[in-house]
């Protein structure tokens, strides 16, 4: 079965079906995201060897524009997951491709960081190469620190898309001891001490479950480090914000939660270490 045969049964029996609920309600789209593993998608990107469907970035695109029609919390949450699964191809290990590639894990991406006051020439060079926006993502102010085989994360990550839902993170912070540059991070969602407030940033399609994650500090095995220490700035030059930037651009205009109107927000989220990976 071609992978628009199966994307477009998905969209008839599952993604469809729920998307009115997931709009108007603002319920996290689970049954959307199961039914897209089933079917083979979320592991489209991720080689063939791995048990994905060895596709690209056009491909996804695709996918992810017409999911949006239908959709579009769910479309975010793939364009999330595509670009995670995308530091994976460079630097994952081979059990999460495989698990990608079986539809059992959602990835998606903690980079973005605000801040105030000065960032050095680093940051100037960076925000001459992009939009602000994306500079937020080029220059991590989140610290990372050592301690034997054990690394503490700390930051707070905005406009986390399946904030509290997906199963791990891609997670920037600065370098452990390399100079400049950025290191990224496998963060698990069940990972200790790693929440999500009640509420959400009031960015993102309603559903889609974009919200601020919290590490103060989180504690993962050092082996969890993606690529080199400070060589992650590279990979999210050249592989992250292409995907990202193709795959928003393929969700389009859509709605923002009602949050950012002043609503009132929905029931509180539990924080990551109470959820159970899917």
Same mark, same amino acid.
């Given at each position: 079965m071609s992978y628009r045969t199966a994307l477009a049964h998905v969209l008839s029996s599952a993604i469809a079906p729920s998307a009115e609920k997931t709009g108007t309600e603002g319920?996290?789209?689970?049954?959307s995201v199961t039914a897209l593993g089933r079917a083979g998608l979320?592991?489209?990107?991720?080689s063939a060897e791995?048990?994905?469907g060895g596709l690209g970035l056009p491909d996804a695109a695709e996918v992810v524009?017409?999911?949006a029609r239908a959709?579009? /919390?769910t479309a975010a949450v793939l364009a999330s997951?595509?670009?995670s699964a995308a530091v994976n191809e460079a630097y994952g290990s081979p059990w999460i491709r495989r698990?990608? /590639?079986a539809g059992r894990h959602l990835g998606s991406l903690a980079l973005a960081e605000d801040g105030s006051g000065e960032q050095g020439a680093q940051a100037e060079l960076l925000a001459a190469r992009s939009t602000a926006a994306q500079a937020d993502l080029l220059v991590p102010r989140g610290s990372a620190a050592r301690s034997g085989d054990v690394v503490a994360l700390r930051a707070r990550k905005?406009?986390?898309v399946a904030a509290g839902e997906a199963d791990s993170y891609v997670w920037s912070s600065r370098p452990l001891t390399a100079p400049d540059g950025l290191t990224l991070w496998m963060v698990p969602a069940h990972a200790p001490d790693l929440f999500v407030p009640a509420r959400p940033d009031g960015t993102g399609p309603y559903g889609s479950a974009t919200s601020t994650v919290f590490a103060d500090p989180v504690l993962i095995p050092a082996d969890a480090m993606l690529g080199p220490d400070g060589g992650g700035l590279d990979l999210v030059l050249r592989t992250v914000l292409p995907w990202l930037l193709e795959l928003q651009a393929a969700v389009g205009t859509v709605a923002i939660h009602p949050a950012a109107a002043g609503a009132s927000p929905g029931p509180a989220r539990r924080p990551t270490d109470s959820l159970a990976a899917s």
């Open positions: 319920r996290f789209p689970r049954s979320l592991g489209l990107t991720v791995f048990g994905g524009a017409q999911v959709c579009p /919390a997951h595509y670009a698990e990608i /590639a905005h406009q986390v």
